[in-house]
């Protein structure tokens, strides 16, 4: 590839040279387009279903005063995460600390590519990040040991071992919304099976899978634990056994997929499709719990289907991360441990959500239709991170093929 | 005082034939010497290469005693520090200067003092008379005018030699003829050394003192204009100076060449093996009228007249004698109708004569002075 | 003399003998390049453009044959080792069709259709204003050139307000609301995608046509018409094939960018799942596929490379017979008589279609609670100056209030606008050398390698940017973490619009002023300070203008390469949307939109220049 790049420069007398180069890379990549492998590849791999890589690091001799101590030295953190919300929690931070803090929001893609090469170059800017993609945390960042888990030894106890590993700060849900005002008798849509029926064809709002990563995840998950609730609720719709032997979370994407879903390249445009002053057709659409803050601001009209069979969406949680290479290691844990504090987990819970240390008050706000988070929200499996990541690219390809 | 010697100068573009290949030149103090030749024979190079705008392949110039380019020695002064001084075909005014700036601007990095600098730019435009423009911009200007902005800027720095590439082509007739008075008047007055290319041979006969013809990155010939007139030092000099061009016939096809040869060997027995080409100068060429009787050592033939032209002053006339066209200047009116046949006659010692290389055979006898006197006998 | 200095020790017997040694001429040659530091400039151009362009593409590239982490399933290798999966994966695959064949059949579709439009309306408006006297000509010189200032996914969006129906997610747009039915391929893909980046591409050809139409010699039309050529002939026959260079130029960047752009296709393209090679590639870079990113750039890399080849071609085989008028060129204006008004007409439908309806759909967003709805109490102020908005922690009042929007727009002039200066002068260097290096190899190479930025879609080869620079390599400290870093990025990015018309304009002007100077006795430094920059006023200025409004609309790298969340005006703009104040998001937008404009306007009238000057043919 890069001989292509140098022969395309020298131009006198090259020309022909440069289309012979042209022609043999032409040449090449059809060569390399025939000899791939010839079936195609099958998900899941060789890697184990376990948060490989690195373990957390529980920090038993685990000191307050002598973090805030040196983290002052240190002077100053940033840290990334994927919400504004982040620039009121490092203004908290300092405020309670008095270390200058900085919080970059960014989205987790780009945070994934400057960590992973910051940490290759040995030049590391960001100190710790909180995180809200599972999959490429555990299969890149710290499979890579780019980053991290630390846990303070005084909040081990309080924190139960499935949100340790990776260390899990806070959660929020993706739920499926529907007009009251049209609807006023409650949400039309009464199983997850519904969506993927050609009843729903062409009336459920999303964001587009391909672009969101999150929920492709969503459903991977669903694959590896959703498979009885899924099923039973198949055979409550339907009647009769979902064949056994499928997967019953693909044969839903399938649906799901074939139904033609309107995409949407933001939540905010989903949640117009439902929610909008004018809007008059019978849809439901599958949105972030944010978004319940533009009902009053917008006249929106909008309810989480709370009697949707099995699950009215699903939680997804955010992590906390240190930089291996950091500059600024105290610091950087003392966000962490402010963040698992209901001082700082209460700067990111304004619309709502769930704390992972479980002995915090969850934020009081709730999307109108919402009751409790736990039962009605699908769960994540921290543990299948890892197949999650690899199995983020056979999804999209599942989703891809019978997306019409 | 510089007299500026090229020695076995090459400079090749690319990978074709060079455009000046070992050349050898010498460019006598004070003299306003040409270099004439068809586009590509590499005299605009040779130009270039003198002011240091093109660097060598290889060979040596200097000007006066001090080594310009060496490629033994491995010495470069570049152009700015030549102390020369060049006038471009298409002038190269800087449209954002004022002309005074313009003419101002070598002094200026010479670092004279502003009123110095003010003083000698005045005097400049004023030689160039274009004194009145001083604070227009070269864009107000015609090309006329430009040029003389342009001769102007490059007096301004009294340079040791001025270069000229071909500073009169883009003016009209009337101008050109202007400023061909203009060069030799600047020429006499401040005794530079100037060299000047260009393609028309008009323009190097009228005002160099030294004529260099080159052709195909070679010297052919360098001499005084009239020299290279009157003795062409081979075919091509032949072909290329003089207008109409020099008639040249190979001998020895037909009655008239033969007869044409026998005439010329008759007096020049030791040319026998090496005559092959013989020319003859359209204006040595004589139409004689009835009865006329031409003295010795005339070469009288028969021709038949295709056309004849009007040039005002004369007529250029087409005849053929055998198979071979020659073209003559009449200062009468030829009164014949085409298809007539007439008698022409030539001096022999006006042919030229060249051997199969092209190149001149010796003249018995050094006669150049001789040949310019009967050239104005016959044109009377 | 010459014979008498020669050392006849060291000179091995030769057929060049008055030559000299090896030795000797090489000294020679060096003392030659010491006074002529072109040749010098070229080659340190050329070495620092081929690191920082070819570098991180190589970088970006290399990743199609390498088995990436996390993909060693599907691959069946181990991370690192050599693989033709990807390759596989984009043109042979199960998804190839969707992934690659699919968007690349509606690239060529979609591109050809831009240029079509892009030409036809350029075309036409350039002729309007260089050669008839259209009723304000001189503001709608200005003002057509606008729409280039407007991000381009601005026309998607004003689109939608217009367009939308209700088959896709969000507010329906006026049209509907009006009760009128807009079927899905008016309001969504080709037909959209097409005219909205047509609306936004077509003052490239304003600008190069109208240059070229200026420049054409009117003695070769008037001789046409002479010889009995009527008008229609002699736009055909005459001044169309004279304008084929400038044709084919303004093709090829035209081409260049849609190859690139993903925003305006995407939002467009969604919801009838229409997809290009760039939001294909869009896909790839946000689910991290490093190695389908890497086969997609490749690709778009080919085929932008291969445009220019042709272009090449066109341009060398067009020299031949292309006299760029000098003396004969003159304003000459065709009376339109009654067509006047029309004309002016028709102008104005241009302007409003490229300019007023996407400013107005953005400023009406910026006052709306609800997109779309024409209620009273559905406008407000507030986003603008509102001193308290409820939820929305890091921008808790309008974006005129507070310090964020002045910091981030101090942020954009300081490294944008120093980033285009550093275009504008190196671009200019360029074209210095490239001219003065004639058909030497640096020059050509110079050429092609300034381009080729424009040719690789940003996203895709930012963040090889950060591991360029991160850590310190020969003399180039660890620039990442600071401002600089950015500041070079952006101009090399943008170069190619600096160098194009550094090299059209130092071509125009060729190499005797400069020279003139030399002989006058002007070392290098001076010829550059006292002649070069003073005559190429204008095309620095174009130089370094266009660069800056391309520039100021940069994202991706600003992304990538700031660190402590230095707040450009675009990264303010996206974090706004993330605060769901979309019509906070915009307002900011309109505010790059009035920067580009005030920044261009304020520059042609300080340096008495037009943009068009500089851009050439």
């Known amino acids: 590839m890069p001989s292509f790049a140098l022969g395309a420069a020298p131009r006198s007398g090259g020309r022909r040279r440069r289309i012979a180069v ?7 990549l059809g060569a390399a387009a025939a000899c791939a492998p010839s079936t195609g590849p099958t998900g899941t791999g060789a890697a184990t279903d376990s948060a490989s890589g690195a373990k957390p690091q529980i920090d038993s001799d685990f000191d307050l005063e002598a973090l805030v101590a040196e983290a002052k030295k240190e002077g100053s953190v940033t840290v990334y995460d994927s919400t504004g919300d982040i620039t009121e929690t490092a203004a908290a931070f300092t405020a309670k600390y008095g270390i200058k803090a900085t919080g970059v929001k960014s989205k987790v893609g780009d945070t994934l590519e400057k960590m992973t090469r910051e940490n290759q170059a040995g030049n590391v800017t960001i100190d710790a990040t909180f995180y809200e993609d599972g999959p490429s945390l555990v299969g890149q960042l710290l499979a890579q040991k780019v980053v991290y888990t630390w846990i303070p030894g005084s909040l081990v106890k309080d924190i139960p071992p499935s949100r340790q590993s990776p260390l899990q700060v806070l959660s929020k849900g993706n739920m499926w919304i529907y007009n009251p005002k049209l609807f006023p008798k409650g949400c039309p849509v009464k199983n997850i099976w519904d969506l993927a029926d050609p009843a729903w064809k062409g009336k459920v709002a999303m964001q587009d899978p391909l672009g969101k990563p999150n929920i492709v995840e969503f459903f991977n998950q669903l694959k590896a634990g959703g498979e009885a609730g899924l099923r039973q609720a198949y055979k409550t719709k339907y009647r009769k056994e979902l064949a056994s032997g499928d997967s019953a979370a693909e044969a839903w994407v399938k649906g799901l997929a074939k139904n033609g879903p309107i995409l949407t390249s933001s939540d905010d445009d ?46 997804y949680p955010k992590y906390a991360a240190v930089a291996t290479k950091t500059k600024h290691p105290a ?38 239709g919402l009751t409790d988070w736990n039962k009605q929200l699908f769960v994540f499996d921290p543990s299948k991170l890892k197949s999650d990541f690899d199995n983020l690219q056979p999804m999209q390809d599942l989703w891809r093929l019978n997306h019409g | 005082m510089p007299t500026i010697t090229l020695s076995a100068v090459r400079k090749s573009y690319g990978s074709g034939p060079p455009a000046v290949d070992n050349l050898d030149l010498e460019i006598p103090d004070g003299s306003f010497t040409c270099l004439l030749g068809p586009s590509g024979c590499g005299k605009t190079t040779t130009l270039r290469m003198i002011s240091g705008l093109e660097p060598l392949n290889a060979g040596t110039i200097t000007v006066g005693d001090r080594i310009m380019d060496s490629t033994v020695d491995g010495v470069f002064v570049p152009p700015e520090k030549r102390g020369m001084g060049l006038v471009f075909q298409n002038y190269a005014l800087w449209p954002h200067l004022t002309v005074a700036k313009n003419v101002e601007f070598g002094l200026r990095v010479r670092k004279v003092k502003p009123a110095e600098r003010a003083e000698r730019a005045a005097v400049a435009l004023k030689m160039m008379q274009i004194e009145w423009a001083a604070d227009r911009y070269p864009a107000q200007l015609s090309g006329g005018q430009q040029q003389r902005v342009s001769l102007a800027r490059m007096l301004a720095v009294n340079p040791n030699v001025l270069l000229l590439d071909e500073p009169l082509s883009n003016l009209d007739a009337q101008l050109r003829l202007d400023m061909r008075a203009e060069l030799k008047r600047i020429h006499d007055e401040t005794g530079h050394t100037i060299v000047f290319v260009t393609h028309d041979q008009l323009e190097a006969m009228t005002m160099a003192t030294h004529v260099v013809v080159m052709n195909k990155g070679h010297v052919q010939q360098m001499a005084p204009p009239m020299e290279v007139y009157a003795r062409p030092a081979n075919t091509f000099v032949a ?23 026998d005439q010329v060997l008759a007096a020049r027995p030791d040319l026998t093996d090496r005559l092959t080409t013989i020319g003859a100068r359209p204006e040595n060429l004589r139409l004689l009228d009835e009865g006329d009787q031409p003295p010795a050592g005339t070469y009288v033939f028969e021709a038949t007249i295709k056309t004849a032209l009007p040039t005002g002053s004369s007529w250029t006339v087409l005849v053929t004698a055998g198979d071979t066209e020659l073209y003559f200047v009449s200062y009468t009116d030829v009164h014949a109708a085409p298809g007539a046949t007439v008698r022409c006659a030539v001096r022999t010692s006006d042919l030229h004569l060249f051997d199969a290389s092209g190149d001149r055979l010796p003249d018995e006898a050094a006669d150049a002075a001789l040949t310019e006197e009967n050239t104005a006998t016959w044109a009377s | 003399m010459a014979a008498a200095t020669r050392s006849p020790d060291t000179a091995p017997p030769e057929a060049d003998g008055p030559a000299g040694t090896r030795l000797s001429r090489l000294r020679y040659r060096l003392s030659v390049l010491r006074h002529e530091p072109t040749h010098l400039l070229g080659i340190l151009l050329v070495i620092a453009l081929l690191y920082l362009v070819l570098a991180p593409l190589v970088a970006v590239l290399s990743d199609s044959a390498q088995v990436q982490h996390g993909d060693e399933g599907q691959a069946r290798q181990d991370p690192g080792s050599f693989t033709s999966y990807y390759f596989w994966r984009v043109f042979r695959s199960p998804v190839a069709r969707i992934l690659f064949w699919e968007p690349l059949l509606h690239t060529v579709v979609v591109a050809l259709g831009v240029t079509v ?3 036809v309306l350029g075309g036409s408006m350039a002729w309007l204003l260089t050669r008839t006297n259209v009723m304000g000509r001189k503001w709608l010189s200005t003002a057509l050139v606008v729409p280039y200032m407007l991000p381009s996914w601005t026309f998607a969006l004003a689109w939608l307000a217009l367009f939308k129906n209700d088959s896709s ?3 329906i747009g006026i049209l509907e609301s009006w009760g009128v039915h807009t079927p899905n391929w008016l309001a969504y893909g080709q037909v959209p995608i097409i005219l909205c980046l047509g609306l936004h591409y077509y003052p490239f050809v304003l600008l190069l046509f109208g240059n070229a139409l200026r420049r054409i010699d009117s003695q070769l039309e008037d001789s046409a018409r002479i010889l009995g050529a009527g008008r229609r002939t002699v736009a055909g026959r005459i001044t169309l094939p004279l304008m084929l260079p400038s044709l084919s130029s303004s093709v090829l960047l035209v081409f260049g960018r849609i190859l690139g752009t993903f925003g305006t296709p995407y939002i467009l393209g969604l919801p009838v799942d229409y997809s290009l090679l760039s939001t294909s590639l869009f896909r790839a870079v946000n689910s991290h596929q490093r190695g389908v990113t890497a086969v997609l750039t490749a690709v778009i890399v080919v085929v932008g490379v291969l445009v220019i080849l042709v272009d090449t071609r066109l341009a060398r085989e067009q020299k031949r017979f292309i006299t760029v008028g000098g003396k004969g060129a003159m304003d000459r204006v065709s009376d339109l008589g009654r067509w006047r008004r029309p004309a002016l007409g028709a102008a104005l439908a241009v302007f409003t279609a490229g300019v007023i309806l996407p400013v107005a759909t953005l400023a009406l967003s910026t006052v709306s609670k609800t997109p779309g709805v024409f209620r009273a109490d559905n406008f407000t102020l507030k986003y603008w100056v509102g001193s308290d908005l409820p939820g929305a922690p890091g921008f808790p009042h309008g974006v005129l209030r507070g310090s964020q929007l002045y910091e981030a727009a101090w942020n954009s002039l300081r490294i944008v606008g120093l980033a285009a200066l550093i275009c504008g002068v190196v671009g200019l260097l360029v074209g210095y050398v490239v001219v003065r290096a004639g058909s030497s190899r640096t020059g050509s190479l110079l050429r092609q390698i300034s381009f080729l930025p424009y040719m690789v879609p940003g996203i895709a080869f930012a963040a090889a940017f950060l591991s360029l620079f991160a850590v310190r390599r020969g003399p180039v400290p660890a620039l990442y973490g600071s ?66 409004i391309s520039g100021l609309k940069e994202l991706s790298i600003v992304i990538m390469l700031t660190t402590t969340g230095t707040q450009l005006l675009t990264t303010l703009s996206i974090n706004l949307v993330d605060y769901a104040y979309d019509q906070m998001a915009n307002a900011v937008v309109l505010v790059i939109a009035l920067v580009s404009f005030l920044a ?18």
Not at chain 1, 270 to 287: C, E, G, M, Y
Not at chain 2, 241 to 260: I, Q, Y
Not at chain 3, 507 to 536: D, H, M, N, V, Y
């Open chain 3, 600 to 617: 261009t306007y304020l520059t042609q009238r300080l340096t008495k220049t037009n943009l068009s000057s500089g851009l050439g043919g």
């Open chain 1, 270 to 315: 989903a949640t117009a499709a439902v929610a909008s002053p004018n809007q008059t057709k019978d849809r439901v659409a599958l949105v972030s719990n944010a978004k319940f803050r533009d009902v009053k601001e917008k006249s929106y009209s909008m309810r989480v289907c709370a009697e949707m069979q099995p699950w009215s969406g699903y939680q």
């Open chain 1, 22 to 28: 042209s022609l043999v890379l032409a040449g090449a």
């Open chain 3, 169 to 171: 997610g969000g507010q």
């Open chain 1, 331 to 368: 610091a950087a844990k003392l966000f962490v441990y402010f963040m698992l504090t209901q001082q700082g987990v209460d700067t990111q819970l304004g619309n709502g959500g769930l704390p992972g240390n479980p002995a915090l008050k969850q934020g009081t706000f709730l999307p109108d």
């Open chain 3, 483 to 548: 401002v600089s870093l950015l500041v070079l990025v952006l101009a090399v990015t943008h170069l190619p619009y600096a160098s194009r018309s550094g090299i059209s304009a130092m071509t125009q002007l060729g190499r005797e002023p400069e020279e003139a100077a030399q002989i006058s006795g002007a070392g290098w430094f001076t010829r550059l300070r006292k002649i070069i920059i003073p005559i190429q006023r204008g095309a620095l200025t174009t130089g370094v203008i266009l660069p800056f």
């Open chain 2, 239 to 261: 072909r290329f100076v003089g207008s109409p061009p020099m008639n040249l016939f190979e001998v020895g096809d037909d009655a008239f060449t033969e007869t044409a040869r």
């Open chain 3, 117 to 119: 439009v892009a030409v």
